[in-house]
């Protein structure tokens, strides 16, 4: 049981680059979510998933897409890299009000 | 809007000593859950406790306690006789329950240091 495992752990981008954030969850949540983490700051939420087909914005949406084809994977896409997304980024699935947490990736934009 | 204040930045205390994390919320929802998580150097979040908005009681894990009080909107947290593992950022968060969705709203965290 590996429970929420995120990918890749470390990458540098350049300004206007494309990325996936990979998030994979093996607990047959439905819930899930993605987070980031400034420097010195507590998590806001970019975007959460009730289930296949359905997601909803968080806090800070702008500049990132999700989908949610399959119970298991919520990937979050950026579209045009920009220095302002430099952060971690925390992906998590829920069940009865608890959270799991993936390890975080890391993402910087140069 | 809901929001989450941890006045407390930094804390730094000697090995041993006891420190209270301060963790005051606000929200309009009457059900609410309340978590501490704890984020160590390596980066992870380990989860510490969650507390819902009708269990005012307080908590004890071996050498952590929460103090909830609704009528302050205040969740703090004692470590007592604090180790150097417990150095840390601490996160108190706060989210609504509405239709299962746990979304959290975080405070700003509280870098702990414990010196030796």
């Known amino acids: 049981n590996a429970g929420v495992t995120q990918t890749p752990k470390f990458r540098i981008l350049k300004i206007g680059q494309s990325m996936t954030l990979q998030c994979t969850q093996d607990?047959?949540?439905?819930?899930m979510y993605w987070y980031r983490q400034d420097p010195g700051m507590g998590l806001k939420l970019i975007y959460y998933s009730v289930g296949a087909g359905i997601t909803d914005k968080g806090e800070v949406p702008n500049g990132y897409n999700v989908s949610r084809s399959t119970t298991e994977d919520f990937p979050l896409r950026l579209e045009l890299a920009a220095p302002s997304q430099t952060s971690v980024y925390f992906c998590a699935s829920s069940y009865e009000n608890e959270l799991f947490f993936g390890e975080g990736s890391r993402l910087t934009v140069l | 809007a809901q929001k989450v204040t941890q006045a407390q930045t930094e804390i730094s205390v000697v090995e041993k000593e006891d420190v209270t994390l301060d963790c005051v919320y606000e929200t309009r929802d009457t059900t609410y859950y309340l978590f501490w998580y704890k984020q160590p150097p390596s980066g992870e979040l380990v989860f510490l406790i969650r507390?819902?908005?009708?269990?005012?009681q307080n908590e004890i894990s071996g050498r952590y306690s929460w103090n909830f009080q609704k009528s302050t909107s205040s969740f703090n947290f004692t470590i007592t006789a604090s180790q150097v593992v417990d150095s840390a950022v601490y996160f108190c968060?706060?989210?609504?329950?509405?239709?299962?969705?746990?979304?959290?709203?975080f405070g700003q965290g509280t870098r702990l240091t414990i010196n030796p």
């Open positions: 507390r819902n908005s009708f269990d005012e």
């Open positions: 968060a706060l989210s609504e329950a509405m239709r299962g969705a746990q979304k959290l709203v």
């Open positions: 607990m047959n949540h439905n819930y």
